[in-house]
C-alpha cells in the first residue's frame, strides 16, 4: 500500500507502511544507485526493503527479484529511471520499459496519481493526491531527483 511517482527527473514517494494491522509513517521506497539512478518500490516491504539495500549497497551482482504472488501480481515492483534513460518497470514477470512515457506511478494510490499526472502535476503534489484521496497512502513525501537533491516534507 503506497505511491511511488516519477516525471521530470524527480521520483516522490509517500512514507506510508504497515505492520500487521498498525500503520506508520517510517516507511523507505526511494534509493539512488551510483550513477543517479532513480529506483522507487511498492509492494511488500521486505522484500522491497531488501532490493533498496541492495542499491544502496551499489547494485552489485544479482539484484534480489521479485516473487510471484500469484499469476498476475509481484510481491513488489519496481519503477526505475535512470539520468536520460526510459522508464523501467521491474516485476516478477520481468523487466517492462516505457521509452515514450514522460511520467509513471506505481502503488495502491496509483489511480489517483496517474490523474494528477495527466492534468499536469509534478511528481511530488500527484504523491500528495494520493495522500488526500487514497485510502492506501499515507505519511510524509519523501523525493529523490537526478539532480542529488533529496528531501521529506511534513504533510
Do not use: Q
Amino acid at each position: 500500500m503506497t505511491i511511488v511517482v516519477y516525471r521530470d527527473g524527480v521520483m516522490a514517494a509517500d512514507t506510508g507502511a504497515w505492520a500487521s494491522s498498525a500503520k506508520h509513517s517510517f516507511g523507505d521506497k526511494l534509493a539512488m544507485g551510483t550513477d543517479g539512478t532513480l529506483y522507487g518500490v511498492a509492494g511488500h516491504a521486505a522484500p522491497s526493503e531488501t532490493f533498496l539495500d541492495w542499491v544502496r549497497a551499489g547494485a552489485d551482482g544479482v539484484p534480489p527479484l521479485p516473487e510471484r504472488c500469484s499469476d498476475r501480481e509481484s510481491a513488489f515492483v519496481v519503477l526505475i529511471v535512470a539520468p536520460g534513460g526510459p522508464i523501467r518497470l521491474l516485476t516478477a514477470f520481468g523487466e517492462e520499459k516505457y521509452p515514450d512515457a514522460t511520467y509513471f506511478a506505481v502503488g495502491a494510490g496509483a489511480p489517483v496519481a496517474w490523474g494528477a499526472l495527466f492534468a499536469g502535476a509534478s511528481a511530488k503534489v500527484a504523491v500528495r493526491a494520493a495522500l488526500e484521496h487514497s485510502e492506501y497512502a499515507h505519511g510524509k513525501v519523501k523525493i529523490l531527483s537526478h539532480h542529488n537533491e533529496a528531501h521529506h516534507e511534513h504533510t
